[in-house]
């Protein structure tokens, strides 16, 4: 059966009724059609397959304020009329990532961060070296489309990745009403939270300045990379007991940490890892996927810390 490419103007609800039962006997239970808003024209993914492009337009339609001017969240590999067999979710869409992709017969993944070693994944300065070409020709060959959604899914109006960190420490209940950042706990010890972090997040080690003993019930969570300068000014707006944060420039917040306790304020950091502190966020977006995507294997694939201590 064919459809014609142009819109199909309905003249009444009565008219728009007729056609869509009309349309879905005549394709049965192969066929899935989404309103596409106030222009009435209907976008069908036969046999619930799915392109890149669907599911990439599907996420960033439920993003405030999107699609935005300028972002990072383009297409890193392949394109967007890919026919999507399965979708990885993970941090980095690391050799390895890839790997398990093909073995998952998956080809779209979609990763938080970048995946050419720079962040707005500028190749032009390793066009001739190896570890580029290797991963590079290992998705085309693949034929897999890789997908930044970094701007995106922070920017939902419940930032993705804090959700799924929330979700996975277990912390809903302690939210803070008036700012998702801060969380406040009965007293428990420095080293008692994060005995819980570790746990709960599968990290092996984290690093902090602080006293062990020392009780807490304040906390400012900031996964990721927020920068120096917003890490204090958030740390002088909220006065925690402890920072639990994803990365920081050694000269920055350390630094400011260390004097602030010099100076007699009992203040604690505790610094999990850029990775840790926002791989649940690939999780919660697998969730996402496996409910607004049907008939799509969604897959979250850590990619793990590529640092370790000695």
Same mark, same amino acid.
């Given at each position: 059966?064919?459809?014609?490419?142009?819109?199909?103007?309905?003249?009444?609800?009565?008219?728009?009724?007729?056609?869509?039962?009309?349309?879905?006997?005549?394709?049965?239970?192969?066929?899935?059609?989404?309103?596409?808003?106030?222009?009435?024209?209907?976008?069908?993914?036969?046999?619930?397959?799915?392109?890149?492009?669907?599911?990439?337009?599907?996420?960033?339609?439920?993003?405030?304020?999107?699609?935005?001017?300028?972002?990072?969240?383009?297409?890193?590999?392949?394109?967007?009329?890919?026919?999507?067999?399965?979708?990885?979710?993970?941090?980095?869409?690391?050799?390895?990532?890839?790997?398990?992709?093909?073995?998952?017969?998956?080809?779209?993944?979609?990763?938080?961060?970048?995946?050419?070693?720079?962040?707005?994944?500028?190749?032009?300065?390793?066009?001739?070296?190896?570890?580029?070409?290797?991963?590079?020709?290992?998705?085309?060959?693949?034929?897999?489309?890789?997908?930044?959604?970094?701007?995106? !899914?922070? @920017?939902?109006?419940? #930032?993705? $990745?804090?959700? =799924?960190? +929330?979700?996975?420490?277990?912390?809903?209940?302690? *939210?803070?009403?008036?700012?998702?950042?801060?969380?406040?706990?009965?007293?428990?010890?420095?080293?008692?939270?994060?005995?819980?972090?570790?746990?709960?997040?599968?990290?092996?080690?984290?690093?902090?300045?602080?006293?062990?003993?020392?009780?807490?019930?304040?906390?400012?969570?900031?996964?990721?990379?927020?920068?120096?300068?917003?890490?204090?000014?958030? !740390?002088? @707006?909220?006065?925690? #007991?402890? $920072?639990?944060? =994803?990365? +920081?420039?050694?000269?920055?917040?350390?630094?400011? *940490?260390?004097?602030?306790?010099?100076?007699?304020?009992?203040?604690?950091?505790?610094?999990?890892?850029?990775?840790?502190?926002?791989?649940?966020?690939?999780?919660?977006?697998?969730?996402?996927?496996?409910?607004?995507?049907?008939?799509?294997?969604?897959?979250?694939?850590?990619?793990?810390?590529?640092?370790?201590?000695?």
């Amino acid at each position: 059966m064919k459809f014609p490419h142009n819109p199909i103007p309905f003249r009444d609800d009565l008219n728009r009724r007729s056609f869509m039962s009309t349309l879905t006997k005549a394709l049965g239970s192969t066929v899935l059609l989404t309103t596409a808003g106030a222009s009435d024209v209907y976008s069908i993914q036969y046999g619930n397959e799915w392109t890149v492009g669907q599911v990439m337009d599907l996420f960033i339609k439920e993003v405030p304020g999107a699609p935005f001017g300028q972002t990072v969240d383009t297409l890193k590999s392949g394109d967007r009329n890919i026919r999507v067999t399965g979708i990885v979710t993970t941090m980095f869409a690391t050799v390895e990532v890839i790997r398990k992709a093909i073995d998952l017969n998956a080809n779209f993944i979609i990763a938080h961060e970048p995946t050419f070693y720079n962040h707005l994944d500028d190749t032009s300065w390793l066009a001739d070296d190896p570890v580029f070409l290797f991963k590079s020709d290992l998705l085309k060959k693949n034929n897999i489309a890789v997908w930044r959604n970094h701007d995106y !899914i922070h @920017r939902l109006t419940s #930032d993705g $990745v804090r959700a =799924g960190v +929330v979700r996975q420490l277990q912390w809903e209940k302690f *939210v803070d009403a008036g700012n998702p950042n801060v969380f406040g706990f009965p007293p428990l010890s420095l080293a008692t939270l994060i005995e819980q972090v570790k746990r709960r997040l599968g990290i092996p080690t984290v690093r902090y300045i602080g006293d062990l003993s020392k009780s807490c019930k304040k906390i400012l969570l900031m996964p990721g990379a927020s920068g120096g300068r917003n890490q204090i000014t958030a !740390i002088g @707006r909220e006065k925690p #007991d402890v $920072v639990l944060c =994803g990365e +920081v420039s050694e000269w920055e917040t350390a630094e400011y *940490v260390r004097d602030a306790r010099a100076k007699g304020h009992d203040l604690a950091l505790v610094v999990l890892g850029h990775v840790a502190s926002e791989e649940p966020g690939s999780a919660f977006l697998a969730g996402w996927l496996k409910e607004k995507v049907p008939g799509v294997d969604a897959t979250h694939i850590p990619a793990g810390n590529s640092l370790m201590f000695a």
